[in-house]
């Protein structure tokens, strides 16, 4: 990798921490960060609520991880792992806070610019409103989310050295 050239892997770390629960993907991204340490196949990205502004991070990528509070209809602390994000997308998208994460995918494959595997690690809310710190539901489902989280970016790492790339019908392991 030169000095210019980025990561191969992107971790970007979605949501606000002003907005309870809609902090987890900014939460899973420190422990997952603090987990991992240094390795240069791999940019964390603190990517807060920027959408489609976080464009310019995707180019150049082989895959994308993007942590996240999810709406998608299971039980709040329920741990979503979206393998082929973009087959979930919808006019409200899938992020707690709107189309944060699906706007910014959306986005990055109408302009030729998403990585060849992207993949969504998540926690759906149970508190959306002002105040600091995640309610106990979703706290007591970091673990869990870390863990998936931690296993896709291996899977992601591996694929993007071995230059394959996993959408859809591919499994991942979890």
């Given at each position: 990798?030169?000095?210019?050239?980025?990561?191969?892997?992107?971790?970007?770390?979605?949501?606000?921490?002003?907005?309870?629960?809609?902090?987890?993907?900014?939460?899973?991204?420190?422990?997952?960060?603090?987990?991992?340490?240094?390795?240069?196949?791999?940019?964390?990205?603190d990517g807060g609520t920027q959408g489609v502004a976080l464009l310019g991070f995707l180019g150049g990528?082989?895959?994308?991880?993007?942590?996240?509070?999810?709406?998608?209809?299971?039980?709040?602390?329920?741990?979503?792992?979206?393998?082929?994000?973009?087959?979930?997308?919808?006019?409200?998208?899938?992020?707690?806070?709107?189309?944060?994460?699906?706007?910014?995918?959306?986005?990055?494959?109408?302009?030729?610019?998403?990585?060849?595997?992207?993949a969504v690690v998540g926690v759906v809310p149970a508190v959306l409103e002002t105040g600091v710190g995640?309610?106990?539901?979703?706290?007591?489902?970091?673990?869990?989310?870390?863990?998936?989280?931690?296993?896709?970016?291996?899977?992601?790492?591996?694929?993007?050295?071995?230059?394959?790339?996993?959408?859809?019908?591919?499994?991942?392991?979890?």
């Amino acid at each position: 990798m030169t000095i210019d050239e980025p990561a191969g892997v992107l971790v970007l770390g979605l949501g606000n921490l002003l907005l309870r629960d809609d902090g987890v993907g900014l939460e899973l991204l420190q422990a997952l960060r603090a987990e991992r340490g240094h390795d240069e196949r791999v940019e964390f990205v603190d990517g807060g609520t920027q959408g489609v502004a976080l464009l310019g991070f995707l180019g150049g990528r082989r895959a994308v991880l993007i942590l996240d509070a999810v709406s998608t209809g299971a039980a709040p602390g329920s741990v979503e792992v979206l393998r082929d994000p973009l087959a979930h997308l919808s006019p409200q998208g899938f992020g707690a806070h709107g189309a944060n994460a699906s706007g910014l995918l959306a986005a990055a494959q109408l302009l030729g610019e998403l990585p060849a595997s992207a993949a969504v690690v998540g926690v759906v809310p149970a508190v959306l409103e002002t105040g600091v710190g995640l309610s106990g539901l979703v706290e007591q489902a970091l673990p869990g989310a870390l863990e998936s989280a931690g296993k896709l970016l291996d899977e992601l790492l591996d694929d993007a050295q071995a230059g394959r790339a996993r959408r859809g019908g591919e499994p991942f392991t979890s």
